[in-house]
Nanobody, 123 residues
Framework: QVQLVESGGGLVQAGGSLRLSCAAS????????MAWFRQAPGKDREFVAA?????????YYADSVKGRFTISRDNAKNTVYLQMNSLKPEDTAAYYC???????????????WGQGTQVTVAS
């Protein structure tokens, strides 16, 4: 089992920044690819970003966040981050981190999920 706990969400003005963190415990963090997904009210959960298992490894982004968001991980701290810059009202959602064997865009490929943290971007 892997337990994931997100933090760092909140209310921010459009154009602002937030950094989300996801702390992992349980099985060896460095064995897992990590990802961020988000879900807005009334919408399906959507892929945001993913990173392969080792720090500094390959990253993948949704087109809607490319150039604004950066995913990173620190395997020594068992933590994955999502730096979000130039935030827009349409980024408003609950953000979830997930752990899985492969860094994919498909939520069903991830085995473990956090409880989510709310990000609200005011216009």
């Amino acid at each position: 089992q892997v337990q994931l706990v997100e933090s760092g969400g909140g209310l921010v003005q459009a154009g602002g920044s937030l950094r989300l963190s996801c702390a992992a415990s349980g099985r060896t963090f460095s064995n897992y690819a990590m990802a961020w997904f988000r879900q807005a009210p009334g919408k399906d959960r959507e892929f945001v970003a993913a990173i392969i298992s080792w720090s500094g490894g390959a990253t993948y982004y949704a087109d809607s966040v490319k150039g604004r968001f950066t995913i990173s991980r620190d395997n020594a701290k068992n933590t994955v981050y999502l730096q979000m810059n130039s935030l827009k009202p349409e980024d408003t959602a609950a953000y979830y981190c997930a752990a899985g064997r492969l860094a994919t865009r498909t939520s069903g490929q991830y085995d473990y999920w956090g409880q989510g943290t709310q990000v609200t971007v005011a216009s």
